[in-house]
């Protein structure tokens, strides 16, 4: 029996009336029913701040693991993005750098199903003090209607799904214990709509660390993979012990395996060595 893995995207369009589409992805998982992945986030500098390290560790432990595919949870080129499609810089940041056989797989059964959710349009200071950012809003105004129209969506998708793991990437925390912490606007706003459709992992970039938080109130797991470039070393906030399972203010990569009953995460450094490891189980449904 063939298994398909699932992703789910929110994309915006400019019709105030309808602002969010979902756009459906699928990729065969292997012949098993299993699929590996790796997370990666803000990694976009050219090569710098360690950013062709990761990579190259990326690589050996893609081959390792016979990656299916590579999510990639934003900021993917600093500073200012790319200028259009024949800007150097993807080549520079991007395509000499994760050049290893291994990564040349897709970047983003139904065992598993993805919801690749942007999170940029929550933040209230995008739009009260934007500083010296220029921000393109076309489609997202007026910005109530679609962030209306936009969790309705999600919360519609999760509760379609008949996955057996749901897990949600966004680039913004949710839960952090790093530079930025808490997005309190999807604290608000996303957070129990994830609570109340039994979401598994929620994966995200933003801080430049990588981090563990179990939340106390819900099986969700926060994991943050945003070591990719550069990092900010000592800038951690005091969190519950409890929750913090791992913080790690260096730079590296996550890597997720996943099968029908079982998923098992670990966090890498720039030397490949495994910092942090992390499993969970659900029984099997088998057919009486």
């Known amino acids: 029996m063939a298994f398909y893995l699932v992703f789910t995207a929110l994309v915006g369009l400019c019709s105030v009336s309808s602002v969010a589409e979902l756009l459906r992805l699928e990729q065969q998982a292997k012949a098993d029913g299993s699929l590996s992945f790796l997370v990666v986030g803000d990694w976009g500098r050219r090569g710098s701040f360690n950013q062709s390290r990761v990579a190259l560790q990326m690589g ?37 750098v994760y050049s290893a056989p291994s990564l040349q797989k897709q970047w983003y059964n139904e065992i598993v199903e993805f919801f690749f959710v942007d999170t940029t349009p929550f933040v209230d200071k995008y739009f009260t003090d934007p500083e010296d950012h220029d921000y393109d809003w076309k489609g997202v105004l007026p910005r109530q209607a679609y962030l209306s129209n936009l969790l309705q969506d999600v919360d519609t998708a999760l509760r379609d799904s008949t996955a057996k793991w749901k897990i949600v990437v966004g680039h913004h925390t949710i839960r952090s214990a790093g530079h930025h912490g808490d997005t309190v606007e999807l604290v608000d706003q996303l957070l129990p709509i994830l609570q109340a459709n039994s979401v598994d992992l929620y994966i995200n970039g933003h801080d430049h660390c990588l981090e563990h938080i179990s939340s106390p109130d819900s099986p969700i797991q926060f994991l943050t993979s945003g070591g990719g470039s550069k990092a900010w070393r000592g800038d951690v906030q005091w969190w519950n012990p409890e929750e913090l399972k791992f913080y790690y203010d260096g730079q590296g990569f996550m890597s997720v395996q996943i099968t029908a009953s079982q998923v098992d995460v670990a966090f890498y450094d720039v030397f490949g060595e495994v910092l942090h490891k992390w499993s969970t189980s659900k029984e099997l449904n088998l057919p009486m």
């Open 60 to 96: 050996r432990v893609g081959e390792e693991l016979d990656i299916d595919f590579v999510v990639s949870t934003g900021d993917n080129f600093y500073d200012n993005g790319l200028s259009g499609i024949h800007d150097t810089t993807f080549e520079k940041s991007f395509s000499k």
